[in-house]
């Protein structure tokens, strides 16, 4: 079953955009009177029937709306550092969203060595990725972030927040990100963060500290970027 995307159909359109009724028509070679199933961004699912086939501007009717298609039991943020290689980023940006991830933030801190951020060509490999693994909710990708004003961000009292660190700080305890999922209870909404190649910068991980963010380790293996973060896409995805 092929996927569609139209952000506007919860708002009462009728009509895929002109990139996806080309897909639909000229691609997929559909016709009217049709079947076709739409996602709208936000967890809905619609099957809807093709009432003009137009390669420009495929009308439908909607049929039925499943509510939370292809959702996962948790709310999951990833704030990851770009790496200079921005087609790694764009990968994890792809693999995330097809394991489960909600929300994407781009940040850069201390010792980042990409200091600009372009999210487009992201943004429509996310919708790519979330129709091919049958996402209805499609990840948001924030704006680059400076580390010190995500580190401050009001999250709720529940959520958990994790931050990777390579190296221990004295006085303060570093746990595997097993463990940490493992005492989370049934609380659900995590927050990770994962640095730049040269990692966070110590001032930095005492912000973290002061704010109430765990430091977690990944394991033994140094891994790049892209790696440890879905690395920790994958265990929180796992052990939910």
Not at 20 to 28: A, M, R, T
Not at 114 to 128: A, L, M, Q, W, Y
Request: charged share 30%.
């Amino acid at each position: 079953m092929e996927l569609f995307f139209s952000r506007e159909i919860a708002a009462g359109a009728r009509e895929l955009d002109r990139q996806e009724s080309g897909h639909c028509i000229k691609v997929l070679r559909h016709r009217e009177g049709d079947m076709i199933h739409i996602v709208d961004g936000s967890g809905g699912l619609y099957r809807c029937r093709i009432t003009k086939a137009d390669a420009g501007a495929t009308a439908f009717e909607v049929e039925e709306k499943i509510e939370g298609y292809g959702s996962h039991p948790y709310r999951l943020t990833m704030a990851v550092a770009p790496p200079k290689n921005i087609d790694r980023f764009e990968w994890f940006c792809e693999k995330a969203t097809e394991i489960g991830v909600d929300e994407i933030v781009p940040i850069v801190g201390d010792y980042s060595e990409r200091k600009v951020f372009k999210g487009d060509r992201c943004e429509r490999i996310i919708i790519s990725a979330a129709k091919q693994s049958h996402k209805g909710a499609i990840p948001s990708l924030g704006a680059l972030t400076p580390v010190r004003g995500f580190l401050t961000r009001d999250f709720g009292a529940d959520t958990h927040k994790y931050i990777c660190y390579c190296s221990d700080v004295d006085g303060a305890q570093k746990i595997h990100i097993r463990q940490a999922l493992a005492t989370a209870g049934d609380t659900n909404d995590f927050v990770v963060m994962i640095g730049p190649e040269g990692d966070f910068s110590r001032d930095e991980i005492a912000l973290a500290l002061e704010n109430g963010w765990q430091l977690i380790s990944l394991g033994d293996s140094r891994l790049r970027i892209e790696t440890a973060a879905l690395t920790a896409v994958a265990a929180v995805y796992l052990s939910r």
